[in-house]
């Protein structure tokens, strides 16, 4: 097997498209509208490629094919490539491939070692602001900021094995995005963050306190949300991320699960709805005149809602977390009677 980044010039060259889709190709992958063999589905497209490198059928599967691509640089993409070149050695590091894997697209935290090799290879899940990482371990091996993804993987590919079995030797490139990680899982473990579960709604309401941040509270311009620190402890379909802002009030995501722009196997789908009455009966309740409006917002592969400035940047709400998780709710349950219904007359 041999790896080539996606550009045009692979357009209509037969080839194994791991993690991303592109044109005439086998995918083996778990973006939405893929067409991954049956039998080698799973959540993550690492896990898929192990699924592939295991199986019996492998020659049959891949028609012969030698040549492996993929159209972005991100830890998931990484590692499927990497098992894909290394074929059955690659089962070995089974255990530790999917957790990092799981810890990069899905923003879960099913190991500490999982979590830190992610963060080696694609940086934290959200970058503090104006950091703008693609790899730290392409900065480092390059010696200057590395912004080209074919770059990133010509100098990662060969350090994967290392950073599996290895990571306490790249802590300098994890340090930071873990401490602050610790510092946001601690204020949970001491109750002064927390989790309330609407199960009727299937919406987690999650508070953020000042020490998930450091004693201040939350600042856009110095901070992002802790999301792997939220999935291990709310079970909801939606997450109401509340921050508190130094100046009072609130600052706000509004999150579907993340794994779920992904087509998964064991994880439950989750269905988006249709939020626009939520938003506008939010901006309702905001009293400050021009200080944000609450919107839509699919910047990200899971988000639903953020209250924003006219830059686009987090801003200070001054609704409550209640008030936001009542109108979110109605919403919800209106969802649910709509669906319901629809089930019962057939």
């Known amino acids: 097997m041999k790896f080539q980044y996606y550009s045009d010039e692979l357009r209509d060259v037969p080839k194994l498209s791991v993690d991303g889709t ?6 083996f992958s778990h973006w939405q509208g893929n067409e991954t063999p049956a039998a080698m589905k799973a959540d993550t497209s690492t896990e898929i490629a192990l699924n592939l490198v295991a199986s019996p059928q492998r020659d049959e599967l891949t028609r012969g094919i030698e040549l492996v691509t993929n159209n972005h640089f991100d830890t998931d993409g990484v590692l499927s490539v990497w098992t894909m070149l290394q074929g059955e050695r690659a089962l070995g590091q089974r255990e530790k491939l999917i957790s990092a894997a799981e810890a990069g697209d899905f923003s879960e935290w099913t190991s500490d070692d999982g979590v830190r090799a992610s963060i080696v ?3 934290p899940d959200q970058p503090l602001p104006n950091e703008n990482i693609l790899s730290p371990l392409a900065n480092q091996l390059a010696g200057r900021k590395v912004t080209d993804e074919a770059e990133a993987y010509e100098l990662v590919l060969p350090e994967v094995e290392r950073v599996l079995t290895r990571v306490d030797d790249y802590e300098p490139l994890w340090r930071a995005a873990w401490q602050r990680l610790q510092m946001a899982a601690r204020s949970f473990e001491r109750g002064e963050s927390r989790v309330e579960e609407d199960t009727s709604a299937k919406l987690s309401v999650i508070t953020l306190a000042p020490g998930a941040f450091g004693s201040d509270g939350f600042n856009p311009t110095e901070h992002t949300a802790p999301l792997t620190a939220i999935p291990r402890r709310a079970r909801g379909q939606l997450f109401l991320i509340a921050m508190p802002a130094r100046s009072g009030g609130w ?16 994880r439950p789908p989750v269905a988006r709805r249709n939020l626009s009455s939520v938003v506008a009966e939010l901006n309702e309740l905001e009293e400050q005149e021009g200080a944000g409006r ?6 990200e592969l899971s988000s639903a809602i953020k209250f924003l400035d006219q830059s ?11 008030r936001v998780a009542q109108a979110l709710r109605g919403a919800l349950l209106d969802a649910e009677a709509r669906i319901a219904e629809t089930v019962a007359n057939g």
């Open 22 to 27: 592109v044109p005439n190709s086998i995918h």
């Open 121 to 123: 290879i694609q940086g």
């Open 251 to 266: 600052f706000y995501r509004i999150d579907y699960p993340y794994y779920s722009w992904a087509e998964t196997v064991v």
């Open 294 to 299: 609450w919107r839509l917002d699919k910047n």
């Open 312 to 322: 686009g940047a987090l801003a200070v709400s001054k609704v409550t977390p209640d």
